[in-house]
């Protein structure tokens, strides 16, 4: 039951037809602090649907209605929403890309929720650190770590005495950083970290995660895995009466951060996803080749898309570029863009193409649309139904340096305000 309040903080509604969402009372606007309309309801719009924004005749959002009817904020997210007809109206979780709730996306949202500083959190999820010390440092954060002073908040009947020094009461802020023990330790790395002053173990985290912090990525990595080790020190003599000396706890963690980037911190792209595309059954690679690319502009995030085809010699056929309307969401843009390209193939007589594209996990996507209830899956049914008309047609991923053309295209000045496609070659870079 305790779970609900989180459930629901991530339910938002995926807009199909529109019949079955209230404007009002439902959040369903693209926006992840407040999914909700902010414009005051007047009595004329008691019960409106989302449906009732709907230009009959195009099927399309009815901008001069919108524009009449809301404040700039909110007509702004909704014209960025896409609208399936063919679809229903249902709820789906936005903390993971297929719409649908998961254990490890709810932990992420509870830490955005525990913790005030978005960036600290952030900063975590992004570090190339093994998963079970992402693990430690959320709960380490979040102040749920097995110290004594929390047991005895849990009304555990115990002593709270430091298991590592056996000196003061423990917390985590003592056990982690300003213990005798893990003294020792942080002198003996002698990593460039912020004094231990004050309790708040988050507050001196900020100082080293934090935006104003100067620290690279491999610096803050080695420090989350510093911490890591302590507090397997500490266990180690809670569990099994023994306490690695300081020497050796610092030996084992420099030698298992160097195993670690040798052999963990690679990209985890799967073999599969290099050489696996999305393919009509049946049919062999051919075609020309149409290289694909997303962007996002300025502020206000808009959305452009980006791609350049070429014979199967390498011969130049034709580049273009333009905007989208899409929210800030980088894999349903990547995927707008692919359909963005799959339909000017299409309309202009090719029977098939091998699109490339620099996202794996978009490639991997388009074999699992089923299991999508975001609006993701929309985009997804309609790249689908576009190869389903060109046999032969894949979409294979590559590495961003194979992709540089697109990405340029997609990131060029012109791509904001206007279309535009060049048969004899894009202006210059």
Known sequence: MASQGLVKMGCRRRIGGGRTTQVWAHPWLPNSQDPFVSTDQLAINQGMMVA???????????????????NARDASLINKLPLNDTYDDLWYWEGDITGNYSVRSGYRRLGDVLAPNSYVWSSIWKLKIPPNRKNFMWRALSNILPTLDNLIKKRVELVNVCPACG?????????????????????????PIPPFNGNSFLFWAELWLGDASTLGCDVRGRICGVLHGIWSARNSVVWNGNLPTPTALCNRLSSSWVAWQEYGARPKVPQAH???????????????????????????????????VMEADGSYVAAANGP??????????????????????????????????????????????????????FVLD???RLISTMPGTIVTFVRRDANKAAHMLAKHENAPAVCSVWRDGPPSF
């Open 52 to 70: 009732d924004l709907v230009d009959d005749v195009t099927g399309t959002w009815n901008t001069n209605l919108i524009q009449q009817i809301f």
């Open 167 to 191: 000196l003061v009461e423990e917390n985590v802020m003592h056990v982690l950083c300003s213990c005798t023990y893990a003294s020792l330790v942080w002198n003996l790395l002698q990593l």
């Open 274 to 308: 290099l050489n696996t595309s999305f393919v009509h059954e049946g049919q062999r690679q051919n075609g020309v080749r149409c290289y694909v690319d997303a962007a996002f502009h300025n502020s206000h995030q808009n959305a452009t898309y980006g791609f350049l």
């Open 324 to 377: 989208m309307e899409c929210p800030y969401d980088p894999l349903m843009a990547e995927a707008m863009a692919v359909t963005e390209a799959l339909s000017w193939l299409k309309n202009n007589g090719y029977a098939a193409a091998s699109l490339f594209t620099d996202c794996a996990v978009l490639v991997t996507s388009l074999s699992n649309t089923r299991s999508f209830r975001s609006y993701i899956g």
């Open 382 to 384: 309609a790249c689908i």
